[in-house]
């Protein structure tokens, strides 16, 4: 009964490369939404995707960012160019449905820590 | 633009009752989350308030008001493993998640 299944953990990036994380939702789960998270503050959304489809993506900074959620394998967030400012927390969190039809309860993954020296 | 506002840090001692409170402002409402976070882990699910009043569940309690746009949540009982961040969020007239930035409960003996 796994839960929201996030790799790597932890990733180490230098100035210019790019990080790719990944996150497989819960069994059954068809909604994946990211966040980023600084030190000492809140969840910041980023994109929502149904499989093979961005739904919302006004959280997501235009470049050197995308997400896709293809119909098979797991939902990767990619960040291009990596800069220091990029260094985060990335949250993935998945749900069964649209947030209008239940509680809205989310479940989340324990978080990819990105570093970028 | 949309706004949620709660304390950055609270002490309390093991055993005692605190009351966190968030206040928001945001274009539309469709429900009021409570999240715990444990450092460096994710954030697990607490509460749920779309109508106005007090929802208990064991030792936590939140509470709602649409009118003053306001909610807190009440942890009765404390226990060391209660020192977390907890995290309030408002789903908007879109459906969107917004997240306060946490208030950072620490326990002391």
């Known amino acids: 009964n796994a839960g929201v299944m996030q790799n790597p953990r932890h990733l180490v990036r230098r100035r210019g490369q790019e990080a790719r994380l990944r996150c497989s939702p819960m069994k059954g789960h068809s909604h994946v939404y990211w966040y980023r998270q600084l030190p000492e503050e809140g969840l910041k959304f980023m994109v929502y995707l149904q499989k093979e489809n961005i739904i919302d993506e006004s959280g997501m900074p235009k470049e050197r960012f995308s997400a896709e959620f293809p119909k098979e394998g797991p939902s990767i967030l990619r960040i291009q160019q990596v800069v220091r400012g990029d260094s985060a927390a990335y949250f993935c969190?998945?749900?069964?449905?649209?947030?209008?039809?239940?509680?809205?309860?989310?479940?989340f993954g324990e978080g990819s820590r990105l570093t970028v020296l | 633009g949309q706004n949620i506002d709660q304390p950055t840090e609270m002490t309390a001692t093991e055993g005692a009752i605190v009351q966190i409170n968030c206040t928001y402002q945001t274009s539309g409402f469709n429900g009021l989350f409570w999240y715990q976070q444990h450092a460096g882990e994710a954030p697990t699910f607490l509460s749920y308030?779309?109508l106005d009043g007090l929802e208990e569940k064991g030792r936590f309690s939140s509470f709602l008001s649409r009118s003053k746009g306001y909610s807190y949540l009440l942890l009765k009982e404390l226990q060391m493993k209660d020192s977390a961040s907890y995290l309030c969020a408002v789903l908007d007239s879109n459906y969107q998640l917004i997240w306060g930035a946490g208030t950072k409960l620490i326990i002391k003996p």
């Open positions: 308030n779309v």
């Open positions: 969190a998945s749900s069964p449905d649209r947030t209008e039809l239940n509680t809205g309860e989310l479940f």
